[in-house]
């Protein structure tokens, strides 16, 4: 049995751990309030315009345009949302498992990185990582920084440097569930739709012309996208990093009151040992 002064110590730290998680549990709760009515006020926007421009770019097959084309390059460029601090259960790698099991060839991923725990995970696995770093990003998110990343990934995609454009981020259900998404941003084709959908059918007419329509509405629906994304993933990461804290302060108490259970048996020990010894000693003496 351990003795008394280990018992102590060991509980001592333990309560101090116990003040720091629950500390940081009430800072992410607050957080997380924020976060989550920004998210859901976004969310209905996003999915709205993600579905909407799908409808628009799969009736738009006759249409030669620079986004519609598809590319000869086989890389995939996948924006990958994480956080840059750890302590949020299992946030963090879930968005990097996203990438790790997509079946996709780890030669043929270019990863544009917003959050430095993911890129670390990815990193240590072989995947390639943009030159640019987006992690100060999800600090303080505006929508500039949406439309800067929109911008060099088209760019990349003009140039062929990718083929595909890919987000992966947390989406936010509600304080307790965050849901893991990778979504393909372009090409859109006429998978996307239910093959059901009478839209699918009908040709899309572009005013003015479609040259200047598209260079207009696709720009917008991936900073969209992208902005959407980052509200989101913000407020999953605050919500995880809050259970995982809850759960780390129960944890914590749990383990106190066992060190203190421990900690009367060894002292109720050590008194019967004394008085033993003190009767034994007046025994001996008379």
């Not at 976060?35 to 976004?42: D, L, W």
């Not at 936010?172 to 569930?177: P, Q």
């Not at 093959?195 to 207009?216: F, G, Q, T, V, W």
């Not at 009151?257 to 025994?283: H, M, P, V, W, Y």
């Amino acid at each position: 049995m351990a003795s008394m002064r280990d018992i102590k110590r060991r509980r001592e730290s333990i309560q101090s751990t116990s003040q720091i998680t629950k500390a940081m549990k009430l800072v992410s709760t607050v957080k997380l309030q924020k976060a989550k009515t920004a998210a859901e006020h976004s969310k209905p926007f996003n999915e709205l315009m993600y579905e909407t421009v799908c409808n628009i770019l799969a009736c738009s097959t006759n249409i030669r345009h620079r986004y519609l084309q598809p590319s000869e390059s086989p890389k995939k460029g996948i924006l990958v949302i994480s956080s840059n601090r750890g302590l949020a259960g299992g946030y963090n790698s879930n968005v990097a498992k996203l990438v790790t099991e997509s079946g996709f060839d780890k030669d043929d991923v270019i990863i544009y990185n917003m959050g430095r725990k993911a890129r670390e995970i990815l990193e240590r696995k072989g995947y390639r990582i943009s030159d640019e770093d987006y992690s100060d990003v999800i600090n303080e998110p505006l929508y500039d920084d949406a439309m800067r990343i929109c911008k060099k990934m088209l760019q990349d995609y003009e140039d062929g440097a990718i083929g595909e454009i890919f987000i992966a981020y947390t989406s936010f259900k509600n304080t307790v569930v965050h849901e893991p998404v990778l979504k393909q941003l372009l090409p859109v084709s006429s998978e996307k739709i239910p093959s059901n959908d009478d839209r699918n059918k009908i040709p899309m007419n572009y005013e003015p012309d479609e040259e200047e329509a598209l260079d207009l509405i696709i720009p917008k629906y991936i900073t969209s996208i992208i902005y959407g994304a980052i509200k989101e993933a913000i407020a999953s990461e605050n919500g995880a990093r809050m259970q995982a804290m809850d759960s780390a302060t129960t944890n914590a108490e749990e383990m106190i009151s066992d060190l203190e259970l421990k900690f009367n048996r060894a002292r109720q020990a050590a008194i019967t040992q004394e008085i033993t010894e003190i009767i034994a000693g007046a025994n001996a003496i008379s």
